[in-house]
């Protein structure tokens, strides 16, 4: 999928964003954002909530990406 250009057409950037929700809402997601968290909690990382966050979205981003690669024999 790719980050989107800042020129993209508006239904590229919807379709990017649509993907991003359905990740977030995903069980997978949740149990490793919590997961992240409890480590991240032991570790005495600062902003626990936002890193785990943010820490799980880019691993489903770049996993996507790669199976996308893989599809396509652009890898």
């Known amino acids: 999928m790719g980050v989107p250009k800042f020129n993209s057409p508006e239904e590229e950037i919807k379709k990017w964003l649509n993907q991003i929700a359905l990740i977030c809402l995903s069980e ?10 409890k480590l991240y909690l032991q570790s005495n990382v600062e902003n626990v909530q936002i890193v ?22 652009t890898n």
């Not at 997978?28 to 968290?37: A, C, G, S, T, Y």
């Not at 785990?52 to 024999?73: N, P, V």
Request: glycine fraction near 4%; hydrophobic fraction near 40%; avoid cysteine.
């Open 52 to 73: 785990a966050f943010q820490d799980a979205l880019y691993a489903f981003l770049a996993q996507e990406e790669d199976e996308l690669s893989f599809r396509t024999g």
């Open 28 to 37: 997978d997601f949740q149990k490793l954002k919590k997961e992240l968290e």
